[in-house]
C-alpha cells in the first residue's frame, strides 16, 4: 500500500562556499524530490546568499553549484520560499537572486515563478503547516 | 606595530567582524576572505562596521558569491592572493579572528 504524501520542508540558513552545508542540501533535496513527497525549501538568514545570480567559482578552486537550483523546477521542486527580513538585512533584493521558475503541466506547460518571497511571520505559518523538517 | 586582522566569517552569523574591527588600533589593516567578504557589501548592515577601518577583500572570494565589485563599501581595496601575501609580508603581526 502506497504510503501517505507527507510535506518536507527543507530550510537553507548557511552561506554558500564557507561550509560544505548548502551543496549537502542541495544534494538531500534533489534525492528526496526522487520520493514523490511534497516538497518546499526555504532560504533565510545567510541561506538567502545560496540564491545569489553571477556566481563564479573558478578563482577559488570550488565547484560552483548555484545553477543546480535553477534545475529543481524539473524536480517538481516549485515552492521556494525566501525570507524578505534576511534579504534587506544583507542589502539584497530579488534582482539579486537567480530567477527560478518552473513549467505547469496543467497550463500548457506555463512557465511560473517559484520564488515566494515571504515575511519571516509567513514563514513561520508555512513551517507549521510542515510534516517533516529538514535543517542545514 | 601594525596588524592584519583576517575574517572569514559572515558577519550575519558571527561576531568576528564586530570584535576585530572594534579592537583595531590606527594602523592596522583588516582583510575580509571566504564569507568575511560579505562585511563588505555597501547596502548590507554589516558595513557600517567598517567605518574608519582599511579594508581589503578576496576577489575570487567576492566573484565566487555573485558579489560584484561596485556593490562594496567606499574605499575597500579588492585584491588577489599575491596581495594576500603582500598584506601578511608588510604588517608586523597576524591576527586571525577564527
Not at chain 1, 562556499?17 to 534525492?31: F, Q
Not at chain 1, 567559482?57 to 517538481?76: H, Q, R, V, W
Request: aromatic letters at 8%; hydrophobic letters at 40%; one cysteine or more.
Amino acid at each position: 500500500m502506497a504510503e501517505e504524501t507527507k510535506k518536507f520542508m527543507y530550510i537553507n540558513r548557511k552561506a554558500p562556499y564557507g561550509t560544505i552545508y548548502a551543496w549537502e542540501a542541495l544534494e538531500v533535496v534533489l534525492i528526496g524530490a526522487a520520493f514523490e513527497q511534497d516538497v518546499s525549501v526555504a532560504f533565510m538568514d545567510d541561506g538567502v546568499y545560496q540564491l545569489a545570480k553571477g556566481q563564479d567559482t573558478s578563482g577559488i578552486g570550488m565547484k560552483n553549484f548555484s545553477p543546480t537550483y535553477a534545475a529543481l523546477g524539473d524536480f517538481e521542486i516549485t515552492k521556494i520560499y525566501v525570507e524578505k527580513e534576511s534579504l534587506e538585512e544583507r542589502g539584497l533584493t530579488l534582482d539579486d537572486l537567480q530567477h527560478l521558475v518552473w513549467e505547469d503541466e496543467d497550463e500548457d506547460w506555463a512557465e511560473k515563478d517559484s520564488i515566494r518571497l515571504v515575511s519571516r511571520a509567513e514563514l513561520g505559518d508555512v513551517l507549521a503547516g510542515q510534516d517533516v523538517l529538514f535543517n542545514f | 606595530m601594525s596588524m592584519l586582522h583576517l575574517v572569514n566569517k559572515s558577519p550575519y552569523e558571527s561576531n568576528n567582524l564586530s570584535t576585530a574591527s572594534s579592537i583595531m588600533k590606527g594602523g592596522d589593516e583588516l582583510l575580509l576572505i571566504e564569507d568575511g567578504v560579505y562585511g563588505a557589501v555597501k547596502a548590507g548592515k554589516a558595513s557600517a562596521m567598517l567605518e574608519g577601518c582599511t579594508v581589503s577583500v578576496m576577489g575570487p572570494d567576492l566573484a565566487a558569491r555573485g558579489i560584484s565589485e561596485d556593490k562594496l563599501a567606499d574605499g575597500i581595496n579588492v585584491i588577489d592572493y599575491n596581495g594576500f601575501v603582500e598584506l601578511v609580508e608588510k604588517n608586523d603581526k597576524v591576527q586571525s579572528w577564527l
